[in-house]
């Protein structure tokens, strides 16, 4: 198999001041680490291989600084990365449902953007299939950002610093959705979380021991849950229902929604454990408090309909102290090392 790693560039910029008038910006020099999608070894090859989207530094400080802009909302207050917050992989901490404009309540839970480039459906309900079209409903989603697309390239357009920027990572200062959502895409898709305790683990590294009730755990989970979850990427991307009750307010059909056929009722896309215990709540639409509760249902709490998954349908057999030590393992995906990386901050932190 080609070794699929996408060269990027690690030279030293240096500082430059761009002025726009009295505005004036730095541009982040930090360009010792390389720009690039490196394949974890023993992982498949990814689904979004940069392959039409030549990965730069200057494409890819783009993309950051887009991500974190608040111009992209009807009211410039929410920004992509007000919901995927980096502390928490890229999720929503302690929010149930995404937050937008206004402060309206949106009606899915905002999962972690770790590991993008292997995904090939992105939602809840699998409704976009290439990374670079990712950020389109967001933005226009009267309960999130609340932007038509037109009026949010105007606003970028007009921004003399970002024609600096575009210049510097296309070749000219053309701006539109295109080189916009090709920038996004670079930076959304070398987030890779392949360093925690389970990952050094499996390396048989430094740092990587599991205890007692952590090593049972991998092997209870491998029993129970990896046929869904399936390492390393903890998730085989699939739509399944695992057995929630529909809600009373607010049902959501799931897949069924995108594809318009019944037997994908309830359905949504196989969520990834990776940095887990620090994405709370869980579940589509963050009923889910802890990771306890979350096992919980999978032993007690399934609601059988005709489209429940034949894996949950009857339930898990665990013990409490399976339980336990579920929990145990799933606490070793967390990666301090991505959620701390400086690449990934928004500009200026």
């Known amino acids: 198999m080609k070794k699929a790693i996408i060269s990027g560039i690690c030279i030293l910029l240096p500082l430059v001041i761009w002025t726009a008038g009295c505005k004036k910006e730095t541009i982040d020099p930090r360009t010792w680490e390389p720009v690039a999608l490196n394949v974890p070894k023993g992982w498949p090859e990814p689904a979004y291989t940069f392959a039409n989207n030549k990965l730069t530094w200057e494409g890819f400080t783009l993309g950051r600084k887009l991500f974190y802009d608040?111009?992209?909302?009807?009211?410039?207050?929410?920004?992509?990365?007000?919901?995927?917050?980096?502390?928490?992989?890229?999720?929503?901490?302690?929010?149930?449902?995404?937050?937008?404009?206004?402060?309206?309540?949106?009606?899915?839970?905002?999962?972690?953007?770790?590991?993008?480039?292997?995904?090939?459906?992105f939602f809840w309900d699998g409704g976009v299939n290439n990374l670079e079209n990712q950020p389109i409903n967001p933005i226009q989603n009267p309960l999130e950002m609340d932007l038509p697309i037109t009026e949010a390239v105007n606003r970028i357009a007009a921004d003399a610093v970002y024609k600096a920027h575009f210049k510097r990572a296309f070749g000219d200062e053309t701006i539109n959705s295109q080189r916009i959502f090709k920038a996004m895409a670079q930076f959304m898709g070398i987030m890779v979380s392949a360093d925690s305790r389970y990952d050094k683990h499996e390396r048989n590294e430094t740092g990587g021991t599991f205890d007692t009730h952590e090593e049972r755990g991998l092997t209870l989970f491998r029993q129970h849950c990896a046929a869904c979850h399936k390492e390393p990427l903890f998730s085989d991307f699939s739509f399944r229902n695992n057995g929630l009750a529909p809600a009373i307010v607010m049902t959501d059909s799931g897949r069924a929604r995108i594809t318009g056929d019944m037997a994908d009722m309830y359905k949504f896309k196989v969520p990834s454990l990776r940095n887990i215990a620090i994405t709370q709540p869980y579940m589509h639409d963050g009923r889910v408090r802890t990771l306890e509760d979350a096992v919980e249902h999978y032993r007690t709490g399934v609601y059988a309909t005709v489209t429940t998954d034949p894996l949950v349908k009857d339930g898990i057999n665990l013990t409490d102290d399976d339980k336990k030590d579920i929990v145990a393992f799933l606490k070793t995906l967390t990666d301090s090392t991505f959620i701390n990386n400086p690449l990934f901050a928004e500009p200026g932190q």
């Open 70 to 121: 608040v111009r992209f909302s009807r009211d410039s207050t929410v920004s992509c990365g007000s919901c995927h917050q980096q502390f928490a992989s890229f999720a929503h901490a302690g929010h149930d449902l995404s937050h937008g404009v206004d402060d309206r309540l949106g009606t899915r839970n905002s999962p972690s953007l770790a590991n993008m480039a292997w995904h090939s459906s």
